[in-house]
């Protein structure tokens, strides 16, 4: 029994890809605010009609926010969350937490970092630089430590965050699975070393020779369970160098009421495959 | 009568005049005056200083500027990528020279709430949160910020939620530019158009104005650096900054 996803056939469908989630799982969500989010996958969450889903990401904002309108999230922990790009709050977002219907354990972004650098470390807590002062370490009853090694220094340390999958949208990934990303990562690499097991949605399946250089692979295939190749599956948000936000797309999506979704939805670019797939 | 100076250039402009040469200065997510503060600072002035930002850019060369403050363009022409855990780590090991962070209610220490309007377990408002500012206000050299509106509500004399503390250096409101002062912020200048009787009146914490005047006008290169990144001022009709 391997300790890892050791298989070299792991290409699937979206929706085959989505199915691995359980109703109850958490999911550690790749990209920052508007781009190179894991968009397709979290609207086929939708479509999958998932229940209770917990969101772990330091800047969240479209995708948590058509989660709670879609009523499939119930939990999250996260630093901010706005859509970002002029479009402000998050509104359904801000709704499902002044109605309680969403959970929030709210984080400080290096804070949620030092929770899934402990996972990754495989240690118990983690220390978190500043945070000294705020009313996030009363409602979180973050405790905090003298140094053992006698500094005098007092350090806050944050419990170990370990999401049951990381979910990252990459700019392309090798027949194994190997991932890379153009530009920043932002958090996905700790994202992929603290969960128990990570998806990718690629924009392309690479025929160049990763190994020619290795340093550019952010996550190798032994980590990944599986992926699947959506073309524009970011949208309406960027994927570097590839596109940009789609702005009009943003503002198509909020619009009020239940058939805006569904006309969103239906525009997804994954959307295509799903009706001839 | 001089030309009038709007609320939108007075934010942008004075944030850039906190930036120093040399030092590393940063803008994030959500920071759309602070992106343009670093990069009119970077047209607009004689010397050079380290600008990072969310997007992993170091020094980067955008081709255009983005409307948000997060997109990858802002690593164009960069020579590496210096991440998300890079900056943060950066600040905490005490060598981020400046950042710059947002804010929705300020105090008199220059104290943060980016949370939430009443109750944080029963909010009016749940605010977006506050990102960096927990652990980077506390452990930056220098934090600066911003308000669009110059208020009793924004600038307040307890915060319903303390986000984020270790104040403030720095605070630019359309009206008014503070200056951290013996762990207050202190009033340094006021808008040319206002007066220290109006900045009174219109903030909800004491503040010292003694070396107060009106904030010096901005010079024909820092005029120019600003209109040429928003040529057709879409950045300044989105912000939509009202002097009141």
Known sequence: MSSGFASKDKQ???????????????????????????????????RQEKRDIEIIKQSPGY???????????????????????????????RRAVEKGHLKLEEHACASLTAGLRAAAFGVPFMPCGGLHGSDLVRINDWKCLDDPYG?????????????????????????????????TYHWDRIMSRAAKSVLVVAEELSDTRFADQPELTIVPYFMVQNYAIVKNGAWPGSCWPSYAIDYPAVDAYLQEGPEALARHIDAAPEAEVHRHG | MAEQWSGFSYIVTNLARFIRPDEITFSGVNSTPPMLACLLAKRAYDWDFVYINVAGGVDPSPSSIPISSSDPLLAE????????????DLCTRGRMDLTFLGAAQLDGAGCANNSCIGEWAHPKVRLPGGGGGAVMLP??????????????????????????????????????????????????????????????????????????????????????????????????????????
């Open chain 2, 77 to 88: 022409g960069s020579a590496s990528i210096f991440a998300n855990e890079d900056f943060y």
């Open chain 1, 12 to 46: 699937v469908s979206l929706a085959e890809l989505a199915a691995l989630v359980p109703n109850g799982a958490s999911l550690g969500l790749g990209g920052s605010f508007l781009h190179r989010g894991p968009f397709a996958f979290v609207r086929e969450l939708i």
């Open chain 1, 151 to 183: 500094s005098g220094q007092k350090t806050y340390v944050i419990p170990a965050i370990s999401p049951d999958f990381a979910v990252i949208h990459a700019s392309s990934v090798d027949r194994d699975g190997n991932v890379r990303v153009a530009g």
């Open chain 1, 63 to 93: 995708d948590i926010d058509i989660l709670c309108r879609a009523g499939v999230a119930s939990r999250a922990r996260c630093g901010i969350v706005a859509m970002e790009g002029n479009f402000g709050l998050a509104p359904w977002y």
């Open chain 2, 139 to 244: 452990t930056a050299r220098r934090a600066c910020t911003w308000r669009t509106e110059h208020s009793k509500r924004t600038l307040v004399a307890k915060l319903d939620f303390v986000t984020s503390w270790g104040g403030m250096h720095g605070v630019v409101t359309p009206i008014a530019v503070f200056v951290k002062r013996d762990g207050k912020l202190a009033l340094q200048s006021w808008h040319p158009e206002s007066s220290l009787d109006e900045v009174r009146e219109r903030t909800g914490f004491t503040f010292d104005a003694s070396d107060a005047g009106p904030t010096a006008p901005p010079t024909s290169r820092e005029r120019e650096a600003l209109e040429s990144l928003d040529p057709h001022g879409q950045f300044e009709r989105d912000a939509a900054v009202r002097l009141r």
